[in-house]
């Protein structure tokens, strides 16, 4: 059973920084992609990015330039790095991989950024 760890982020103040790690419980090569989702009391999950086992990453809009998908297959770690945090950007954090034949979640870490 795969398992996806997550640790990181909390609380700030609009402007600041955090980080997000994803630890795979086996090798990230084996994903066709990870990344992470978002979610707000009341709204569905949202994806905020996302990288291939390529190293092909994506963003959604509100994020792109501010938020920096990575990835160490060493580690079997995916990171979100989160600059310039806006208050919208207040959420629970979803780490997801994308396995052969199911996807699979970390346990959700929030994020609260206050002004």
């Known amino acids: ?17 955090l980080r997000l790690s994803c630890a795979a419980s086996q090798s990230i090569s084996s994903f066709d992609a990870m990344g992470w989702y978002r979610q707000t009391p009341g709204e569905q999950r949202e994806l905020v990015a996302s990288v291939t086992s390529g190293g092909a990453t994506d963003y959604k809009d509100s994020v792109d330039g501010r938020f920096t998908i990575s990835r160490d297959n060493a580690k079997n ?37 206050s002004s």
Not at 98 to 107: A, F, I, K, N
């Open 77 to 113: 770690t995916v990171y979100l790095q989160m600059r310039s945090l806006k208050r919208e950007d207040t959420a629970v954090y979803y780490c997801y991989a994308d396995g052969t034949w199911r996807d699979y979640w970390g346990q959700g870490t929030q994020v609260i950024v």
């Open 1 to 17: 059973q795969v398992q996806l760890v997550q640790s990181g982020g909390g609380w700030v103040q609009a402007g600041g920084s």
